[in-house]
């Protein structure tokens, strides 16, 4: 598997304080991903990159925001953390060079509590 | 992305074949299908992917249908760590949003 690592692995906050997801990958894959899930929900994309500094908007992207200044390192930042927001986040990263297909490997995953 | 339909969930006998279908009637001729699964509390696996040829790998096997409208995820001998949720999605070739559904839930049984 990718060496893709996320951390913290749990983090507990509260309502209104900024939070920042990091996702570290060492595999110099182009593309990477953060998710969210829920139960009932399975996996929804939140944001998505295609390069240092490209970013663009998954399905749920409404109170997140990115930032990726390395290729193997892709930031998740909640500005004013909501208890909606309280999830399983999972990045993951892929190849997407040339014209290859896009596997994506994923990292274990970030238990987030918003209280 | 093409949207896909799979059952909510399966049995499977361990040492059994595990079939798993997936319909995605709408895909289109750049659209690769893809598998992946999820073990309990853990992130997605890549399983395998294909674009019309059937294809094998050490952990399944993928048949997709000649009109390109459903596939099939085999699992030759299914066994209880097989136990996931089973995704199957299609994509474009390098693009990158990725829709997984629901997925199917597959039950191993001694």
């Known amino acids: 598997d990718a060496g893709i690592t996320q951390s913290p692995r749990h983090k507990v906050t509260e309502t209104g304080t900024p939070v920042t997801l990091r996702c570290h990958q060492t595999?110099?894959?182009?593309?990477m991903y953060w998710y969210r899930q829920d139960p009932g929900h399975g996996l929804r994309l939140i944001h998505y990159?295609?390069?240092?500094?490209?970013?663009d908007k998954g399905e749920v992207s409404d109170g997140y925001s990115v930032s990726r200044s390395k290729t193997e390192d892709f930031l998740l930042t909640l500005e004013s953390a909501t208890s909606s927001q309280t999830s399983v986040y999972f990045c993951?990263?892929?190849?997407?060079?040339?014209?290859?297909?896009?596997?994506?490997?994923f990292g274990p995953g970030t238990r987030l509590t918003v209280l | 992305d093409a949207k896909t339909t799979q059952p909510p969930s399966m049995d499977c006998a361990e040492g059994r074949a595990a079939n798993l279908p997936c319909n995605h009637s709408?895909?289109?001729?750049?659209?690769?299908v893809y598998w992946y699964r999820q073990i309990h509390s853990q992130g997605p696996q890549y399983i395998i992917h294909g674009l019309k040829n059937n294809e094998t790998n050490e952990m399944a096997s993928l048949i997709i249908t000649e009109d390109r409208k459903s596939s099939t995820l085999i699992l030759p001998h299914a066994t209880l760590r097989d136990t996931a949720v089973y995704y199957c999605?299609?994509?474009?070739?390098?693009?990158?949003?990725?829709?997984f559904g629901d997925g199917t839930t597959l039950t191993v049984k001694p």
């Open positions: 990159s295609y390069g240092v500094k490209d970013t």
């Open positions: 999605i299609v994509k474009p070739t390098n693009a990158g949003k990725s829709t």
């Open positions: 993951a990263s892929g190849g997407g060079m040339g014209g290859s297909a896009d596997t994506q490997y």
């Open positions: 595999e110099n894959h182009r593309y």
């Open positions: 709408t895909i289109s001729g750049n659209e690769y």
